[in-house]
């Protein structure tokens, strides 16, 4: 039996997802049937699986050992890079610049230096993370980028500043531009790309359509020509919905692929250029532009970040 109780980060936080993050080898038709058997009880007594748990709490679980979360007395995050460029930091969320070539999180192949993990060590030696006085919470990410894209990431430090800043995000409220150079020039100098995406999970490559396909996602992007020379095109570009490479298979699309990108450009374009293996796309701004309330994170409502290091403007178009 393992007793926990529960803290600020999961209150508010359904029962049954509760038990799941904390005995994450638990399967779901036993876990009901704990609850409903008193094998899973709060403050000692049954409860309903949508019981949404309050700060205090206590959550006894009678299950086998080996169904439940190991701690991490070893601390592999601790053996991620310490390098971390911090544009903005309060107690509730970091805006970072992620370089291109790192991981935002943890997949096959590289499992120790990500964003995520460099994130955790850094809060955690300054003694604003500790896994052992957590049941299921640690630093997220609200946003991501592709491994070969820098720019400003959302890392959230609560569980309350990631679930508003998830929902802000979802319904359009945080503003994400763009910074790009495209091989060939687009016909407008400014607009909108408005197409639908199929992806291909196997070949992880999206496919653009302009017309609308079963199972297809709608994609649109606005931008605008900063400068054209040598046959490359500086864009700004503006994301209204966030795609599985949205940008990068948009452009493409319209026959103007980004520089630098393996996937979806010209591999001879590529080559011609520098041989470089990171697309020419850098997140180089956030806006927060709230319409509803948005609780410990009001005071953001209004605010814009903007990073002026992007490794490839100034050198534009000398490639």
């Known amino acids: 039996m393992k007793s926990f109780t529960v803290n600020k980060n999961d209150e508010g936080k359904r029962l049954d997802r509760f038990v799941t993050q904390s005995a994450p080898h638990l399967p779901k038709s036993l876990m009901y049937k704990d609850i409903r058997n ?14 949404r748990l309050r700060e205090g709490d206590v959550v006894d679980m009678f299950i086998s050992d080996e169904m439940f979360l190991e701690k991490e007395y070893k601390y592999d995050f601790l053996r991620a890079g310490k390098d971390l460029n911090i544009l903005y930091e309060d107690e509730n969320i970091i805006l970072l610049l992620k ?7 943890p997949e096959k192949g590289e499992y120790v230096d990500t964003l995520i993990t460099r994130i955790k060590r850094y809060l955690y030696e300054k003694n604003e993370y500790n896994p052992d006085e ?7 990410l609200a946003n991501r980028i592709d491994r070969n894209t820098g720019g400003i990431v959302i890392s959230c430090k609560t569980a309350e500043s990631l679930r508003i800043m998830n929902e802000k ?7 994400k531009s763009y910074i790009l150079v495209t091989v060939g020039k687009p016909k407008s100098e400014e607009g909108v790309l408005e197409s639908f995406m199929l992806k291909d999970e196997k070949k992880n490559k999206v496919e653009v359509y302009n017309h609308p396909v079963p199972g297809g996602r709608t ?5 605008k020509v900063l400068k054209y020379e040598k046959g490359l095109c500086l864009i700004e570009a503006r994301l209204y919905t966030g795609r599985t490479h ?22 001879s374009d590529n080559k011609k250029r520098g041989g470089y293996k990171k697309q020419f796309l850098y997140s180089y701004k956030i806006e927060f532009d709230f319409s509803s309330d948005a609780g410990i994170l009001n005071y953001l409502n209004g605010k814009t970040f903007e990073s002026d290091d992007i490794w490839f403007v100034k050198e534009f178009p000398n490639f």
């Open 169 to 175: 995000i979802k319904s359009g409220e945080v503003h």
């Open 246 to 267: 949205q940008i990068r298979a948009q452009f493409s699309s319209i026959g103007c692929p980004l520089l630098g990108d393996g996937k979806y450009g010209k591999r």
């Open 219 to 223: 994609m649109k992007t606005g931008y």
């Open 134 to 140: 957590e049941n299921s919470f640690s630093p997220a």
């Open 99 to 105: 370089p291109a070539g790192l991981l935002c999180h």
């Open 38 to 51: 008193k094998r899973i009880k709060v403050n000692g007594k049954k409860s309903d699986i949508s019981y």
